[in-house]
């Protein structure tokens, strides 16, 4: 045998040598769920060691994860049922939304973060639904307005990074104008480029109360706006259409349920590829070690691995933290 593939693979001094993929902290993105009030560290019970944070309570909390090498976070707001509506009205309204408060707070504080930010209706929404809803249906070319008011206000909050997470059409380009013509033209966006009608949201939704509203004149699903599982020639259609109209990154959601369509992307794409290994995905493989199924000190870090394997730049996941201290603690 003139070919032995072992020989590469005889000790790790060789195999560190030839490694193709390399994942380090600055690759991660922290998802971070944030609430108003005081003295608030509440566990999300369906997604183990993930907390909804009062900004007193996440600010030390920032500080430590900043000692473990993680920059990159993206907050999204858990807000009281008593300022949703139907138009997300609050949303953009910096008296009333302690979301943009809070950004502003963050950034102030640590201004070497990057600060990445959730745009989409359906935390501020009574329908819990991405975009208006009316007759029931969702309705895109009037969302876009509610939305380019949203990133507006994010950005002037201290957003460096705007994450559009509705799937309307065509909702990249009227951001990007709102942002230029606001004076933000080095915010960056991070398009939801590919974002799946998937099963594997419940945890987020659990954390943000944020699932449609049952009732007979509310879609019941997502399924008008976000694509169909089934689809993979259609995201490099949305691929396609978000970079023409100015997205900085492309995000594929789910990551782990669909690697190969971030492979896709980074094949058809030169710019940055995300991928948010979401709230269901992260909960399967807690809940597998916890029952002694899988060890999570292996298991998590070659999840991790299979996302930025297949071609993400960056990774959102709520691992992000347990990572980094594996790589403090040289377990990696």
């Not at 004076?183 to 659990?206: C, E, L, N």
């Not at 290994?277 to 399967?284: D, K, T, Y």
Request: aromatic share 8%; charged share 30%; net charge negative.
């Amino acid at each position: 045998m003139n070919r032995r593939p072992r020989r590469n693979r005889k000790n790790e001094a060789i195999r560190s040598q030839i490694r193709e993929t390399h994942l380090g902290v600055d690759n991660l993105i922290y998802p971070i769920f944030l609430v108003d009030g005081k003295g608030v560290k509440n566990e999300v019970h369906s997604l183990p060691n993930n907390f909804r944070w009062s900004l007193d309570m996440l600010l030390p909390e920032l500080e430590e994860c900043m000692k473990l090498g993680i920059y990159h976070y993206d907050f999204f707001p858990a807000m009281p049922d008593e300022v949703k509506d139907k138009m997300a009205t609050v949303s953009a309204d910096p008296e009333k939304n302690f979301y943009l408060e809070a950004l502003q707070t963050i950034k102030e504080t640590f201004p070497e973060i990057v600060v990445m930010t959730d745009v989409a209706m359906d935390p501020y929404s009574i329908d819990g639904h991405d975009g208006i809803v009316r007759d029931g249906k969702i309705i895109n070319d009037e969302t876009l307005e509610v939305l380019g008011e949203m990133a507006v206000a994010q950005a002037r909050a201290g957003a460096d990074i705007i994450g559009p997470s509705d799937m309307m059409d065509g909702r990249v380009e009227y951001i990007r104008e709102a942002l230029d013509t606001a004076g933000y033209s080095d915010v960056s966006i991070m398009s939801y480029t590919a974002k799946y009608a998937s099963a594997f949201y419940g945890p987020f939704r659990d954390a943000l109360d944020s699932a449609p509203r049952e009732a007979a004149d509310i879609p019941k699903d997502k399924k008008t706006y976000q694509m169909d599982p089934a689809n993979k020639r259609e995201a490099i259609l949305e691929a396609e259409l978000d970079y023409l109209e100015g997205a900085d990154y492309l995000m594929v959601k789910p990551a782990l349920h669909y690697l190969d369509v971030i492979q896709t992307l980074r094949e058809h794409a030169n710019i940055p590829i995300a991928a948010y290994h979401v709230s269901g995905e992260c909960a399967m493989l807690t809940a597998a070690c916890r029952n002694g199924w899988l060890t999570y000190e292996k298991a998590m870090p070659e999840t991790l691995l299979s996302i930025r394997r297949a071609g993400a730049d960056s990774i959102l996941t709520y691992f992000a933290k347990d990572y980094a201290q594996m790589v403090r603690e040289g377990k990696l």
